[in-house]
């Protein structure tokens, strides 16, 4: 029953992974790295993920590696991938965790998508710079942003 199961799972995790994306167009792509750690392996894998935003407004999983970390080789791959698969027209915007391989591997094969650093990261980065006594504090003041930029701007 298991190997039947694996068997379909395989088929369809192939059929996905070479479906034609010359009609998708994402304004908006997120990338990131996820390590995984099996007992078995005496090193973490890390999986590259890249998640689509449509015009519409619908998020889609565009494709997904494992890597060597999250090198510019890696992400290279993958996404020289997607564009042999159809996917021409370049995203708008890339959010990512200023990983600086993905950076470079999008400006070589998607040079007009503006990189946009994410949000979570940045913050996670900033909290683990201050004392954990302030920590708490800072967390709440960086989620309590402003809705709009002007009101950003005549902020106090």
């Known amino acids: 029953m298991i190997s039947r199961l694996t068997g379909e799972w395989q088929a369809e995790y192939e059929r996905w992974q070479a479906r034609d994306l010359s009609a998708r167009r994402y304004v908006y792509v997120w990338a990131d790295g996820v390590y995984l750690q099996a ?9 590259l993920v890249l998640i689509g935003a449509t015009p519409e407004g619908k998020k889609e999983l565009v494709g997904f590696q494992t890597g060597v ?13 997607i564009k042999r698969r ?3 027209i370049a995203p708008h915007i890339a959010v990512g965790d200023g990983a600086l391989g993905f950076w470079k591997a999008l400006d070589e094969l998607f040079p007009g998508t503006h ?10 980065n900033v909290l683990n710079t201050a004392p954990k006594s302030v920590q708490p504090g800072l967390k709440a003041a ?15």
């Open 142 to 156: 960086l989620r309590d942003r402003a809705p709009t930029k002007a009101e950003a701007w005549s902020a106090p």
């Open 69 to 81: 970390r999250e090198s510019a080789q890696s992400w290279r791959e993958l996404l020289v991938e």
């Open 39 to 47: 007992r078995t392996e005496g090193h973490a894998e890390c999986m």
């Open 115 to 124: 990189h946009q650093r994410c949000d979570v990261h940045k913050s996670a």
């Open 86 to 88: 159809g996917l021409s």
